[in-house]
């Protein structure tokens, strides 16, 4: 893959990320029903979208390897600060021990 490919090929990453980031907002979000489900449907179509981008760019089984590495990535950190928010809200409702 050459450096321009390379470069393109990140960037289309952070988009699936971004998209995928901006689903997971339109679900736990404040809106609701059929707002809600025609902005995650839009997001979803837009992953699909760039995920075909990605086909032409380094293949089918590299591109849905790389997406699927983005996504877990991605559920990965996010896992790592819900964690660390119940922490700290942990030690937050809990006296200071002397």
């Not at 995650?40 to 590299?62: C, F, N, T, W, Y």
């Not at 559920?75 to 030690?91: T, Y």
Request: aromatic residues 6%; hydrophobic residues 40%.
């Amino acid at each position: 893959m050459e450096h321009t490919c390379k470069s393109e090929v990140a960037w289309q990453l952070e988009q699936i990320k971004l998209q995928y980031e901006a689903a997971q907002m339109g679900l736990y979000g404040l809106a609701q029903g059929t707002a809600r489900h025609a902005f995650i449907a839009a997001k979803m179509r837009s992953m699909g979208q760039i995920h075909q981008e990605l086909q032409r760019l380094v293949g089918p089984d590299q591109a849905i390897q790389l997406v699927a590495e983005t996504l877990q990535a991605y559920a990965g950190s996010e896992d790592d600060q819900k964690a660390h928010l119940s922490v700290a809200a942990e030690n937050d409702a809990q006296p200071d021990q002397l």
